[in-house]
């Protein structure tokens, strides 16, 4: 059995605002080392049950997070910034299933350090359905036929993933209080629940089916700027829906999307505000 793993950091226990999760801050290195853990309770479980191969794949800002030397011995590690596939990179066809841990809860929604890839994102809609990061990678996950077996993050990423992925293992390491606080289990409890529901996702395999994405999708995405639209228009292929701060983009397939999103918030980003 071959397992996918992608790492975000926002919904890993114990961290709960920006000086946890940005390599600025005074608590970025403690934050890494939780992180990691994390992932390697996640990873150590899968190996020990039936898993031959596991490929994580550090999925946070510039996605060198992960202290590689501390990972599971037999792990395999893709890290390091600007992948054709961003989150999901490597994911394909030969997967048996992926587990996402450490997500957060997408823009404008409750939750820990809740976004969607940048903060001037308010919402982003595949068709009519408004996604995240966890919904549009769950969505190239299907595009492969590879089930998300697993969501690991706060109380809202558990509730969002299970709203979008029927017979979804979830494990709630955090209950948010605030978008800066929140009631958080310890890094040894945490560990303790992500193996139990790492055996149990593993055992559900087959209950769980790819999230299929719709063909020759629509991305839209609502910017908090207009500023940010324009930036994001530059794109080919791009117009702003008149009135609003929503890009759109007619993509042939659910790939072609999620790289789209990836050009428009990279541009989206030069924007400034003075």
């Not at 390697?40 to 550090?58: K, L, M, P, R, Y």
């Not at 030969?94 to 809860?105: D, L, S």
Request: aromatic letters at 6%.
């Amino acid at each position: 059995m071959k397992l996918y793993v992608s790492v975000d950091m926002e919904g890993i226990s114990g961290l709960v605002d920006h000086t946890h999760v940005d390599s600025s801050k005074h608590n970025y290195g403690r934050g890494r080392e939780i992180m990691t853990a994390e992932a390697n309770h996640v990873i150590t479980t899968a190996f020990n049950n039936g898993c031959s191969e596991v490929i994580v794949n550090d999925s946070h800002s510039k996605m060198n997070n992960l202290l590689v030397e501390k990972l599971h011995r037999d792990t395999q590690l893709i890290s390091g910034d600007v992948k054709p596939l961003s989150m999901v990179q490597g994911l394909d066809d030969t997967y048996t299933g992926a587990m996402f841990v450490g997500y957060h809860a997408r823009a404008s929604l409750k939750g820990v350090m809740s976004h969607s890839m940048i903060f001037g994102v308010r919402h982003m809609y595949i068709n009519d359905i408004a996604i995240g990061e966890l919904g549009f990678n769950a969505y190239v996950a299907g595009y492969f036929g590879v089930p998300v077996l697993l969501v690991a993050g706060d109380d809202r990423a558990a509730l969002e993933a299970e709203e979008l992925i029927p017979n979804v293992t979830t494990a709630a390491v955090k209950q948010q209080i605030s978008r800066s606080a929140a009631l958080t289990l310890t890094p040894e409890k945490a560990g303790e629940l992500l193996q139990e529901k790492t055996v149990f996702a593993l055992e559900n395999k087959d209950k769980v089916k790819p999230l299929t994405p719709p063909e020759n999708p629509l991305l839209r995405i609502e910017f908090a700027n207009y500023g940010q639209a324009e930036w994001a228009n530059l794109m080919p292929g791009t117009e702003i829906e008149e009135g609003t701060t929503i890009v759109r983009f007619q993509a042939k397939n659910i790939l072609e999307a999620y790289q789209a999103m990836l050009v428009m918030t990279e541009l989206a980003m030069r924007t400034t505000f003075c």
